[in-house]
């Protein structure tokens, strides 16, 4: 059974950096096109970061040079590191693979406020 859990979300300043952690079981995530997603309240889910097999990544252009999308594979884990963080960063975010399996985990929540 495949099961991604996510942590590392926390509440944190405008200009603040985190680091989520995607831990798999049930998949080996390196062979997978995997990505992290984010949603808030009233919107749909959205991309924000993909690494493929062979670790090429992409960004979408809102966390473009902030955001870095990384895999640990002895640790099957994903990460996604954030610095530079902003109020519209705010949101749950969730891993994945994509395209999604039916599933998702509970999801990290990250708050960006003063």
């Known amino acids: 059974q495949v099961q991604l859990v996510e942590s590392g979300g926390a509440l944190v300043r405008p200009g603040g950096s985190l680091t989520l952690s995607c831990a798999a079981s049930?998949?080996?995530?390196?062979?997978?096109?995997m990505g992290w997603y984010r949603q808030v309240p009233g919107k749909q889910r959205e991309l924000v970061a993909t690494?493929?097999?062979?670790?090429?990544?992409w960004y979408a252009s809102s966390v473009k040079g902030r955001f870095t999308i990384s895999r640990d594979n002895a640790k099957n884990t994903m990460y996604l590191q954030m610095v530079s963080l902003k109020p519209d960063d705010t949101a749950v975010y969730y891993c994945?693979?994509?395209?999604?399996?039916?599933?998702w985990g509970q999801g990290t929540q990250v708050t960006v406020s003063t």
């Open positions: 049930g998949i080996t995530l390196s062979i997978y096109y």
């Open positions: 690494i493929t097999d062979g670790s090429i990544r």
């Open positions: 994945n693979k994509i395209p999604n399996f039916n599933s």
